[in-house]
């Protein structure tokens, strides 16, 4: 895999545009995130990893990726939608939450105009004074320049637990 980093000046947007969507989406600024920070043409997953012993051969598996998330804008935006409703019993009251983004780096793709981003989102949430949950995310992105300025393309996440250990997973990351 031979990547070539991007220059610094489009490093440090990216950086700060990353920066600025966990922030929207520590406020649950949704339809903001929606409509700002994501293009129409979204590509937006999360794999469930697939545990394995090392010296395991056996042919008889899981397949690789399982997803727990597997949208585009449309189910992105029922998604979103649901948190309009004021039926989503799980966010009231609402979640305090944190999202923690690190490890940010960022190469050109072969698409003019586009950027591969790898990074790791940390994200703490706690519901009422005793439920606090945290979980780590590695990220591949793909993020365009449009006259909105950066957008995000695609976004795979992978969970790096392999076992979801809260009992909604209502958030976006």
């Known amino acids: 895999m031979n990547l070539i980093p991007a220059k610094n000046d489009i490093y440090l947007d990216l950086q700060r545009r990353l920066f600025e969507e966990a922030r929207i989406l520590s406020a649950e600024l949704?339809?903001?995130?929606?409509?700002?920070?994501?293009?129409?043409s979204i590509y937006y997953r999360m794999d469930m990893p697939q545990r394995r012993f090392r010296e395991e051969k056996s042919v008889k598996r899981a397949p690789a990726n399982t997803p727990i998330f597997n949208d585009d804008w449309s189910s992105l935006k029922v998604r979103i939608g649901r948190y309009n409703t004021g039926f989503v019993w799980a966010e009231n009251p609402m979640n305090a939450s944190r999202h923690i983004v690190?490890?940010?780096?960022?190469?050109?793709?072969s698409t003019k105009d586009q950027f591969k981003v790898y990074s790791v989102v940390e994200l703490h949430r706690s519901r009422?004074?005793?439920d606090r949950k945290r979980f780590t995310v590695g990220r591949e992105d793909i993020w365009v320049?449009?006259?909105e300025g950066y957008q995000l393309l695609e976004r795979i996440m992978t969970l790096d637990d392999s076992v979801v250990l809260d009992s909604n997973m209502n958030f976006f990351l």
């Open 128 to 130: 009422l004074n005793a």
């Open 145 to 147: 320049i449009s006259e």
């Open 30 to 40: 949704y339809d903001e995130w929606l409509n700002t920070i994501l293009s129409d």
């Open 102 to 109: 690190s490890n940010v780096e960022v190469f050109e793709a």
